[in-house]
């Protein structure tokens, strides 16, 4: 099914939820579709933005082009050996239906990625993470559709230039030339848990979960003492340390981080730790550390700073919210006099993680 609309709203493709326009939204749930919407005279050589939820996105102002949605569905097994499941998922399911439907089945490998906003062909794109996993942990091949080529192709995982936050689908050369049909995923049916990141070990304990002595690193947990953790103990934790923090984009407009945690040298990072003693940071590599972008905005004094209704959120200041009305220009204003803040206050230029359209 394909359905063409001209100057529609894109509120419902936004999770900020401003009532930017687009010239003409193409809405379709078929692979098979995308060839004779490349071919309509409406679209052809026009300018196009494929979204899925929009968890991720800023529309600056309306947009003068073609913007696509896709509502492939379907999450069905490809191949099952006694340890792995190789599963196939629509671009347009939403990823969090994903999550819930492996636990539901016992397949792990997404459960830290839950109550993530989005579908599943942003995911890939952006190579979503949270809690120790990434995207790319589990993806085994991408099916695209090349645009340029008019035809299906599948992409193997390893040469989608996978990074934080990044691939190859946002590259400039690709990002308009590659739609995300379906992915592959490949997930264990073993018993593994990724506990590592922050309160999460701190979370199960509380909630009267044991912990294995050296569970760190996907090792199987063992029942010591206290209940045995399961993989919907798991989701329901990571869902509880999310909604926690993190505003529920349908009650209070917001696209997640804003920023990118910035990747710091990390002779600079032992530098500002000596004037900041209690500078969080995650490991990278070698010669590398992550800063929490949330922190360095507190600390620079934004947690109190709106424009009109764009906020920061008090309980994770790397999430802006819209608090009703707030216009794009409103986001685009605090967005930068934070920056700004955190320039000034520590010589760190962050970066926004949210894609201006
Ligand atoms: N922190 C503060 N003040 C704040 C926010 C955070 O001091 O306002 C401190 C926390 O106390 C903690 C540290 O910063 O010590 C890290 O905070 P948190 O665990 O919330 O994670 P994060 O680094 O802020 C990243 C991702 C999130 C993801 C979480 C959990 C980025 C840009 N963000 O946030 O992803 O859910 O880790 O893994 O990497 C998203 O991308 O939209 C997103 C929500």
Redesign the pocket.
Known sequence: MIKYTENASLRPYNTFGLNAKAALLVEYTAEEDLPLIFADERVKNRPFLHVGEGSNLLFTKDFDGVVLHSGIRGIKPASQTEDVVLLECGAGEKWDQVCEWCVDRGFYGIENLSA?PGEVGAAAVQN?????MEFKDVAVAISVYDVEQNKNVIISASDCQYG??TSLFKQPAYRNRFIVTHVLLSLSRKALFLLD??NIKAALLERGFSLAQGSDKRKPIRNLRGKQITLHAMRETICAI?AA??PDPHVMGN???F???PILPKMVYDTLKGEYPDM?MYEVDDTHVKV????L??RSGC?ERHVGDATVYP?????LVNRGHASANDIIQLAALIVEAVQERFGIKIEP?VNYI
Do not use: D
């Open positions: 993530i979503i993470g949270a809690y120790g934080y936050r990141y922050g999310r923090k993190l696209a997640g981080s920023f990118k945690n969080p929490p972008a949330g922190w905005i507190e947690k309980l994770q200041c790397l999430v993680e």
